[in-house]
T-cell receptor, first 114, second 113 residues
Framework: GQQLNQSPQSMFIQEGEDVSMNCTSSSIFNTWLWYKQDPGEGPVLLIALYKAGELTSNGRLTAQFGITRKDSFLNISASIPSDVGIYFCAGRKGRDNYGQNFVFGPGTRLSVLP | NAGVTQTPKFQVLKTGQSMTLQCAQDMNHNSMYWYRQDPGMGLRLIYYSASEGTTDKGEVPNGYNVSRLNKREFSLRLESAAPSQTSVYFC????????????FGPGTRLTVT
């Protein structure tokens, strides 16, 4: 099946630091979504991106839809302890009337040290 | 407004046993989904229901069946559980209009021994 790669797989940072992670694919996507999953919970949508080059912010989070349409980036500024969790990207390919064609990445696990 | 609820939270089955995972949403969403989450892999779609009365296979449907009982409820059934079905199962729903945002339930952690 379609593969999405996320980098890094995991990261440990100090509270207050900025965080950068990315999601890449060998295929073109029409939509990119970024989700966060807390331990024992389901993923929660953070940001949705709908066109190449789009840059969207949600508080301290900023995500970009790559120009090539094969990648997306998520940045978190001034990290805080509640940023801990797993961040997933998801890409939508082709015709998709019912949300059934999303491919999810394996996730980046973020740990924040006080 | 509870969003998406799933039962049970945890389940242990022996190989060959059957069980049904329950999912309900109170957001009047049209579309519902079942995913499985395995270590080191992204969520993979098992089945989805675009609207009440319809169901379709996703990426990994083998060994599962689903029922869209009504607009609120979408159940996932394992007829004869296998160790390969050990996973965390998530149900999700979506309005089906414009936005691609899916709302996820808290998950069911299933172990098959």
């Amino acid at each position: 099946g379609q593969q999405l790669n996320q980098s890094p797989q995991s990261m440990f940072i100090q509270e207050g630091e900025d965080v950068s992670m990315n999601c890449t694919s060998s295929s073109i996507f029409n939509t990119w979504l970024w989700y966060k999953q807390d331990p024992g919970e389901g993923p929660v949508l953070l940001i949705a991106l709908y066109k190449a080059g789009e840059l969207t912010s949600n508080g301290r989070l900023t995500a970009q839809f790559g120009i090539t349409r094969k990648d997306s980036f998520l940045n978190i500024s001034a990290s805080i302890p509640s940023d801990v969790g797993i961040y997933f990207c998801a890409g939508r390919k082709g015709r998709d009337n019912y949300g059934q064609n999303f491919v999810f990445g394996p996730g980046t696990r973020l740990s924040v040290l006080p | 407004n509870a969003g998406v609820t799933q039962t049970p939270k945890f389940q242990v089955l022996k190989t060959g046993q059957s069980m049904t995972l329950q999912c309900a949403q109170d957001m009047n969403h049209n579309s519902m989904y079942w995913y499985r989450q395995d270590p080191g892999m992204g969520l993979r779609l098992i089945y989805y229901s675009a609207s009440e009365g319809t169901t379709d296979k996703g990426e990994v449907p083998n060994g599962y069946n689903v029922s869209r009982l009504n607009k609120r409820e979408f159940s996932l059934r394992l007829e004869s559980a296998a160790p390969s079905q050990t996973s965390v199962y998530f149900c999700a729903s979506r309005t089906g209009i414009v936005s691609y945002e899916q709302y996820f339930g808290p998950g069911t952690r299933l172990t098959v021994t």
